[in-house]
């Protein structure tokens, strides 16, 4: 991606730079598997080297009890009650915690919470 070719002066944004390097840590776990399932122990290795390497660049990740308190917040900021409105939560902690919150466990948290 090119973000100076495609208009942008500036490079990247903070958020399109976070997604880059998420996508770079993705492509890396996934060639640990495929390096595992060959034998090929070294290469595996290196991949979680380089995995490491990337996550410093990262923020750093919210623990599972931040992100039960950051929902919590969120619903009441937004008074919601029913589990229709779980789409309006994430929504917003995805616009609040984006590159820091993992927001599979975010989302099992606002539907044991809006059930």
Known sequence: ?????EGESEGLSDEDLVRML???????REEIHRCENAAKIEAAEREAEEIE???RFLPPRMSEQEIG????QVI???TAT????AGKVIAKLKERFN???DFATAKRHVCRRLH
Do not use: F, S, T
Request: aromatic share 0%; hydrophobic share 45%.
């Open 1 to 5: 991606m090119c973000a100076r070719e």
């Open 22 to 28: 998420q996508d770079m840590i993705e492509h890396r």
């Open 53 to 55: 390497v990337l996550e």
């Open 69 to 72: 308190v950051a929902v919590e």
């Open 76 to 78: 009441a900021e937004m």
């Open 82 to 85: 029913k589990l229709k409105d």
């Open 99 to 101: 590159g820091q919150m």
